[in-house]
């Protein structure tokens, strides 16, 4: 089994660039690729960024180069750094680990105010 702990959510100004971070735990004993979703009220789940073992990264197309996905020091855990924060960007995010199957964290809450 693999645990996931997200932290970093809350409130930010528009503008502003809030820092998430993902680390997993348990069975990880490689380095496995991880991603970042995000789920808006009424709306489905939908990919935001992930980053492979050999860190490449995809990014999805409404990021427009205002997120970057990036691993840390400690193995498999993942920051996602967030500029240029909209309304639109309010959201829980969510952290997953891809293994022979997929893990999720419980999710953060990222409030972008106008």
């Known amino acids: 089994q693999v645990q996931l702990v997200e932290s970093g959510g809350g409130w930010a100004a528009a503008g502003g660039s809030p820092r998430l971070s993902c680390a997993a735990s348990?069975?990880?004993?490689?380095?496995?690729?991880m991603a970042w979703y995000r789920q808006a009220p009424g709306n489905q789940r939908e990919f935001v960024a992930s980053?492979?073992?050999?860190?490449?990264?995809t990014y999805a197309d409404f990021v427009k180069g205002r997120f970057t996905i990036f691993r840390g020091n400690v193995k498999n855990t993942i920051f996602l750094d967030m500029y240029s924060m909209n309304p639109e960007d309010t959201a829980v995010y969510y952290c997953?680990?891809?293994?022979?199957?997929?893990?999720w964290g419980q999710g953060t809450q990222v409030t972008v105010s106008s």
């Open positions: 980053i492979t073992s050999a860190a490449l990264t």
């Open positions: 348990g069975d990880t004993f490689n380095m496995n690729t």
């Open positions: 997953k680990f891809t293994d022979i199957k997929d893990y």
